[in-house]
Protein backbone atom coordinates (compact mmCIF):
# COMPACT_ATOMS: atom_id res chain seq x y z
CA UNK A 1 0.00 0.00 0.00
CA UNK A 2 1.56 3.39 -1.09
CA UNK A 3 1.15 5.77 2.04
CA UNK A 4 -2.35 6.88 3.24
CA UNK A 5 -3.99 9.83 0.81
CA UNK A 6 -5.03 11.76 4.17
CA UNK A 7 -1.20 11.87 5.07
CA UNK A 8 0.51 12.72 2.14
CA UNK A 9 -2.13 15.39 1.98
CA UNK A 10 -0.90 16.86 5.16
CA UNK A 11 2.67 15.98 4.72
CA UNK A 12 2.40 18.08 1.55
CA UNK A 13 1.43 21.22 3.37
CA UNK A 14 3.56 20.94 6.07
CA UNK A 15 6.31 24.00 6.19
CA UNK A 16 9.87 23.62 5.97
CA UNK A 17 11.71 23.22 9.26
CA UNK A 18 13.30 26.61 10.16
CA UNK A 19 17.25 27.02 9.77
CA UNK A 20 19.13 26.55 12.07
CA UNK A 21 20.06 24.29 15.23
CA UNK A 22 16.76 23.23 16.89
CA UNK A 23 14.90 25.43 19.67
CA UNK A 24 13.19 23.01 22.05
CA UNK A 25 11.64 26.13 23.35
CA UNK A 26 10.09 27.16 20.42
CA UNK A 27 9.42 23.73 18.89
CA UNK A 28 7.31 22.84 22.57
CA UNK A 29 5.33 26.39 21.87
CA UNK A 30 4.52 25.75 18.59
CA UNK A 31 3.00 22.13 19.60
CA UNK A 32 1.51 23.33 22.66
CA UNK A 33 -0.33 26.28 20.12
CA UNK A 34 -1.81 23.18 18.02
CA UNK A 35 -3.71 21.44 21.09
CA UNK A 36 -7.50 22.06 21.10
CA UNK A 37 -9.49 23.55 24.32
CA UNK A 38 -10.83 21.31 26.59
CA UNK A 39 -14.19 21.85 25.69
CA UNK A 40 -13.61 20.29 21.98
CA UNK A 41 -11.53 17.05 23.19
CA UNK A 42 -12.86 13.56 23.85
CA UNK A 43 -15.13 13.95 27.44
CA UNK A 44 -14.51 10.85 30.14
CA UNK A 45 -16.19 10.55 33.32
CA UNK A 46 -13.15 12.48 34.77
CA UNK A 47 -10.00 14.16 33.61
CA UNK A 48 -7.74 15.16 36.55
CA UNK A 49 -4.48 17.01 37.11
CA UNK A 50 -2.20 15.16 40.34
CA UNK A 51 1.25 14.76 41.53
CA UNK A 52 3.14 11.33 42.40
CA UNK A 53 5.16 11.14 45.01
CA UNK A 54 8.14 9.02 43.53
CA UNK A 55 11.94 8.45 44.60
CA UNK A 56 12.66 10.36 41.61
CA UNK A 57 10.55 13.41 43.12
CA UNK A 58 7.72 14.81 42.27
CA UNK A 59 5.78 13.84 39.09
CA UNK A 60 2.97 16.04 37.67
CA UNK A 61 0.48 13.09 36.04
CA UNK A 62 -2.74 13.58 34.58
CA UNK A 63 -5.60 11.35 35.41
CA UNK A 64 -8.06 9.55 33.00
CA UNK A 65 -11.15 7.74 33.99
CA UNK A 66 -12.74 6.63 31.40
CA UNK A 67 -16.76 6.00 33.10
CA UNK A 68 -17.90 5.32 36.57
CA UNK A 69 -16.99 2.25 38.39
CA UNK A 70 -15.78 0.21 41.56
CA UNK A 71 -12.51 -0.70 40.22
CA UNK A 72 -10.39 -0.19 36.71
CA UNK A 73 -7.48 -1.42 35.45
CA UNK A 74 -4.59 0.58 34.96
CA UNK A 75 -2.52 2.12 31.80
CA UNK A 76 0.25 4.09 33.28
CA UNK A 77 1.31 6.10 29.79
CA UNK A 78 4.39 7.59 28.54
CA UNK A 79 4.23 10.42 25.87
CA UNK A 80 6.73 10.67 22.69
CA UNK A 81 9.03 13.79 21.23
CA UNK A 82 12.41 12.85 20.75
CA UNK A 83 12.81 12.78 24.68
CA UNK A 84 12.72 16.87 24.42
CA UNK A 85 9.43 17.15 23.01
CA UNK A 86 5.50 16.18 23.94
CA UNK A 87 3.48 17.03 26.75
CA UNK A 88 0.57 15.95 29.15
CA UNK A 89 -1.32 18.56 26.85
CA UNK A 90 -0.02 17.44 23.61
CA UNK A 91 -0.74 13.68 24.02
CA UNK A 92 -3.95 14.42 25.58
CA UNK A 93 -6.02 13.60 22.85
CA UNK A 94 -4.19 9.52 23.17
CA UNK A 95 -4.33 9.05 26.44
CA UNK A 96 -8.27 10.16 26.36
CA UNK A 97 -8.73 7.73 23.34
CA UNK A 98 -7.19 4.98 25.66
CA UNK A 99 -9.16 5.27 28.28
CA UNK A 100 -11.82 5.33 26.55
CA UNK A 101 -11.50 2.46 24.11
CA UNK A 102 -9.32 0.08 26.79
CA UNK A 103 -12.12 0.87 29.63
CA UNK A 104 -8.67 1.44 31.70
CA UNK A 105 -7.97 3.77 33.86
CA UNK A 106 -4.94 5.92 32.50
CA UNK A 107 -2.05 7.84 34.25
CA UNK A 108 -0.45 10.24 32.01
CA UNK A 109 3.20 11.29 32.87
CA UNK A 110 4.59 14.25 32.78
CA UNK A 111 8.27 13.69 32.86
CA UNK A 112 11.34 15.77 32.78
CA UNK A 113 12.46 16.06 29.40
CA UNK A 114 15.91 16.80 27.74
CA UNK A 115 18.24 19.24 27.52
CA UNK A 116 16.99 20.80 30.84
CA UNK A 117 16.84 17.09 32.87
CA UNK A 118 20.00 14.93 32.39
CA UNK A 119 19.76 10.86 31.49
CA UNK A 120 18.01 9.36 33.25
CA UNK A 121 15.89 11.91 34.68
CA UNK A 122 12.54 11.39 32.10
CA UNK A 123 13.40 7.58 32.83
CA UNK A 124 13.24 7.50 36.62
CA UNK A 125 10.07 10.00 36.68
CA UNK A 126 8.47 7.23 34.40
CA UNK A 127 9.40 4.24 36.55
CA UNK A 128 8.38 5.89 39.70
CA UNK A 129 5.23 6.72 38.62
CA UNK A 130 4.63 2.91 37.78
CA UNK A 131 5.87 2.22 41.46
CA UNK A 132 3.60 4.79 42.70
CA UNK A 133 1.01 3.74 40.76
CA UNK A 134 0.76 0.34 42.38
CA UNK A 135 1.62 1.53 45.96
CA UNK A 136 -1.48 3.55 45.86
CA UNK A 137 -3.65 1.41 44.30
CA UNK A 138 -6.35 1.83 46.70
CA UNK A 139 -6.61 5.51 45.85
CA UNK A 140 -6.70 4.87 42.48
CA UNK A 141 -9.34 2.36 42.99
CA UNK A 142 -7.07 -0.38 41.24
CA UNK A 143 -8.45 -3.90 40.66
CA UNK A 144 -5.39 -5.21 41.27
CA UNK A 145 -5.06 -7.04 38.22
CA UNK A 146 -4.16 -5.11 35.06
CA UNK A 147 -1.34 -2.45 35.61
CA UNK A 148 0.14 -1.96 31.65
CA UNK A 149 2.36 0.38 30.69
CA UNK A 150 1.93 2.07 27.16
CA UNK A 151 4.11 5.13 24.88
CA UNK A 152 4.82 6.23 21.45
CA UNK A 153 8.01 7.03 20.08
CA UNK A 154 10.39 7.95 22.48
CA UNK A 155 7.92 6.99 25.73
CA UNK A 156 7.85 3.90 23.90
CA UNK A 157 11.62 3.65 24.73
CA UNK A 158 10.68 4.54 28.18
CA UNK A 159 8.37 1.60 28.06
CA UNK A 160 10.75 -1.06 27.53
CA UNK A 161 13.24 0.45 29.63
CA UNK A 162 10.84 0.25 32.71
CA UNK A 163 9.55 -3.09 32.09
CA UNK A 164 13.16 -4.13 32.15
CA UNK A 165 13.96 -2.34 35.23
CA UNK A 166 11.15 -3.52 36.78
CA UNK A 167 12.33 -7.04 36.09
CA UNK A 168 15.54 -6.25 37.31
CA UNK A 169 13.81 -4.98 40.49
CA UNK A 170 11.66 -8.01 41.25
CA UNK A 171 8.80 -5.82 40.69
CA UNK A 172 6.25 -8.38 38.50
CA UNK A 173 3.42 -6.62 38.66
CA UNK A 174 3.48 -5.11 35.26
CA UNK A 175 0.81 -6.98 33.17
CA UNK A 176 1.48 -5.53 29.87
CA UNK A 177 3.91 -3.27 27.64
CA UNK A 178 2.37 -1.74 24.62
CA UNK A 179 4.59 0.04 22.44
CA UNK A 180 3.73 2.18 19.77
CA UNK A 181 6.13 2.76 16.66
CA UNK A 182 9.09 2.80 19.04
CA UNK A 183 12.60 3.57 19.04
CA UNK A 184 14.51 0.95 20.02
CA UNK A 185 18.16 1.75 18.68
CA UNK A 186 19.56 4.95 19.33
CA UNK A 187 22.72 3.90 17.36
CA UNK A 188 21.12 5.61 14.44
CA UNK A 189 23.61 3.56 11.75
CA UNK A 190 21.44 3.94 9.03
CA UNK A 191 23.29 0.28 7.66
CA UNK A 192 21.40 -1.36 10.63
CA UNK A 193 17.85 -1.99 9.64
CA UNK A 194 16.80 -1.78 5.84
CA UNK A 195 13.63 0.73 6.91
CA UNK A 196 16.55 3.74 7.84
CA UNK A 197 16.91 3.41 4.06
CA UNK A 198 13.82 2.02 2.65
CA UNK A 199 11.69 5.26 4.93
CA UNK A 200 14.71 7.64 4.84
CA UNK A 201 12.96 10.70 2.56
CA UNK A 202 9.01 11.63 2.30
CA UNK A 203 7.25 10.05 4.80
CA UNK A 204 7.49 13.10 7.67
CA UNK A 205 9.94 12.13 10.09
CA UNK A 206 12.78 11.32 8.25
CA UNK A 207 15.93 9.25 8.86
CA UNK A 208 18.53 12.53 8.60
CA UNK A 209 16.77 13.90 11.42
CA UNK A 210 16.69 11.05 14.09
CA UNK A 211 20.32 12.54 15.06
CA UNK A 212 19.57 15.95 15.59
CA UNK A 213 15.83 15.49 17.47
CA UNK A 214 17.66 13.11 19.89
CA UNK A 215 20.94 14.87 20.61
CA UNK A 216 19.46 16.75 23.36
CA UNK A 217 19.05 13.28 25.10
CA UNK A 218 22.16 12.53 24.46
CA UNK A 219 24.13 14.78 24.79
CA UNK A 220 22.59 14.85 28.39
CA UNK A 221 24.51 11.77 29.02
CA UNK A 222 22.65 8.92 27.30
CA UNK A 223 24.60 6.66 26.52
CA UNK A 224 23.13 4.52 22.71
CA UNK A 225 25.12 1.18 23.99
CA UNK A 226 23.40 1.14 27.38
CA UNK A 227 20.39 -1.17 26.91
CA UNK A 228 17.89 1.61 29.57
CA UNK A 229 18.39 3.89 26.14
CA UNK A 230 18.36 1.48 23.23
CA UNK A 231 16.49 -1.34 24.74
CA UNK A 232 16.75 -3.33 21.89
CA UNK A 233 20.94 -3.88 23.26
CA UNK A 234 19.46 -6.09 26.38
CA UNK A 235 21.07 -9.33 25.86
CA UNK A 236 18.53 -11.51 28.15
CA UNK A 237 14.70 -10.60 27.28
CA UNK A 238 13.17 -13.35 28.97
CA UNK A 239 10.81 -12.65 31.96
CA UNK A 240 9.54 -9.29 31.04
CA UNK A 241 5.80 -8.75 30.28
CA UNK A 242 3.60 -9.55 27.32
CA UNK A 243 3.69 -7.34 24.47
CA UNK A 244 2.21 -5.22 22.00
CA UNK A 245 4.72 -3.62 19.32
CA UNK A 246 2.55 -1.70 16.81
CA UNK A 247 4.67 0.18 13.70
CA UNK A 248 4.07 1.70 10.55
CA UNK A 249 4.75 0.78 7.05
CA UNK A 250 6.67 3.85 6.08
CA UNK A 251 8.01 4.71 9.10
CA UNK A 252 12.84 4.77 9.07
CA UNK A 253 12.53 3.31 12.59
CA UNK A 254 9.68 0.30 11.71
CA UNK A 255 12.50 -2.75 11.37
CA UNK A 256 13.91 -2.00 14.99
CA UNK A 257 10.61 -2.24 16.33
CA UNK A 258 9.55 -5.07 14.26
CA UNK A 259 12.90 -6.79 15.32
CA UNK A 260 12.59 -6.03 19.30
CA UNK A 261 9.16 -8.03 19.04
CA UNK A 262 10.93 -11.42 17.10
CA UNK A 263 13.38 -11.79 19.96
CA UNK A 264 10.88 -11.47 22.48
CA UNK A 265 9.16 -14.21 21.25
CA UNK A 266 12.21 -15.60 20.74
CA UNK A 267 13.20 -15.26 24.63
CA UNK A 268 9.30 -16.86 25.24
CA UNK A 269 7.39 -13.62 25.75
CA UNK A 270 3.82 -13.56 24.74
CA UNK A 271 4.54 -10.77 22.12
CA UNK A 272 2.69 -9.55 18.90
CA UNK A 273 3.82 -7.59 16.04
CA UNK A 274 1.31 -5.45 14.52
CA UNK A 275 2.20 -3.31 11.10
CA UNK A 276 -0.05 -0.76 9.76
CA UNK A 277 -0.28 -0.08 6.45
CA UNK A 278 0.52 3.14 4.58
CA UNK A 279 1.75 4.79 7.99
CA UNK A 280 4.81 6.84 8.72
CA UNK A 281 5.87 7.52 12.37
CA UNK A 282 3.56 9.03 14.74
CA UNK A 283 0.65 8.32 13.22
CA UNK A 284 -1.44 7.46 16.65
CA UNK A 285 -0.40 10.95 17.62
CA UNK A 286 -1.14 12.93 14.47
CA UNK A 287 -3.56 10.55 11.91
CA UNK A 288 -5.33 8.80 14.97
CA UNK A 289 -8.83 10.29 13.31
CA UNK A 290 -8.53 8.01 10.26
CA UNK A 291 -10.37 5.05 10.81
CA UNK A 292 -7.62 2.42 9.76
CA UNK A 293 -5.23 4.61 12.61
CA UNK A 294 -7.87 4.75 15.21
CA UNK A 295 -7.79 1.03 15.35
CA UNK A 296 -4.46 1.17 17.11
CA UNK A 297 -6.34 1.62 20.27
CA UNK A 298 -9.07 -0.57 19.45
CA UNK A 299 -6.19 -3.61 19.18
CA UNK A 300 -4.61 -2.28 22.44
CA UNK A 301 -8.19 -2.86 24.23
CA UNK A 302 -8.39 -6.08 23.01
CA UNK A 303 -4.53 -6.95 24.06
CA UNK A 304 -5.36 -5.58 27.33
CA UNK A 305 -8.44 -7.48 27.80
CA UNK A 306 -7.87 -10.85 26.09
CA UNK A 307 -6.04 -11.85 29.53
Known sequence: MTLHPEIAKALAHLPAPPPGSLDPVAMRAG???????????????????????????????????????????????????????????????VARSLAKETGKKVVSVGFRRAPEAAFPAGLQDCYGVVRWAQEFGDDLRWDGRTLAVAGDSSGGTFVAAVAAMAHDDGFDRITHQVLFYPSLDL???????????????????????????????????????????????????????PALIITGQYDPMRDEGELYGRRLQEAG????????????????????????YYRAFQETAAFLNRR
Not at 33 to 53: K, Y
Open 31 to 93: EEAQVPPVEQRLPLHAVEDTTAQTPAGEVPVRIYTPVEADSYGLLVYFHGGAFFLGSLETHDH
Open 187 to 241: DFDVDRYASLRENAEGYGLETAGLKPFNAFYLDSGADPADPLVSPIKRADLTGLP
Open 269 to 292: VDATVSRYAGAGHGFVQHFSWIPE
